[in-house]
């Protein structure tokens, strides 16, 4: 599956983004999909990850309750809406995707993540 994601932007602290994370392929459902981020000088994190249905998802601690992960199969894109931006979710956001079953008890540990998008920048000043 090719991953194309988009929606990043320059914000100011407390707005909100919406990325978008395009896929082609017939398969896409199959597929757990998540969203990491790189910072300048700092390793790349999960910052969220949905299962292949849309029913079990996960998130890092520092974005729960700002952050929605969703998706549509149908169409073939899996959304992060960000609100409450904050100066430290300045980072390159990357989707991801990896064929497989996952629970809710897995979905966190899942990193081997073997398809990725291009990154999209989003800039959060304060």
């Known amino acids: 599956v090719q991953l194309q994601a988009s929606g990043g932007g320059l914000v100011q602290a407390g707005g909100s983004l919406r990325l978008s994370c395009a896929a082609s392929?017939?398969?896409?459902?199959?597929?757990?999909v998540g969203w990491f981020r790189q910072a300048p000088g700092k390793e790349r994190e999960l910052v969220t990850s949905?299962?292949?249905?849309?029913?079990?998802?996960y998130y890092t601690d520092s974005v729960k309750g700002r952050f929605t992960i969703s998706r549509d199969n149908a169409k073939n894109t899996v959304s992060l809406q960000m609100n409450s931006l904050k100066p430290e979710d300045t980072a390159v956001y990357y989707c991801?995707?990896?064929?497989?079953?996952?629970?809710?008890?897995?979905?966190?540990?899942?990193?081997?993540?073997?398809?990725w998008g291009q990154g999209t920048q989003v800039t959060v000043s304060s």
């Open positions: 392929g017939r398969t896409f459902g199959r597929y757990v």
């Open positions: 949905i299962n292949h249905s849309g029913v079990i998802t």
């Open positions: 991801a995707a990896k064929m497989g079953i996952v629970t809710t008890k897995t979905i966190s540990a899942l990193t081997d993540y073997d398809n």
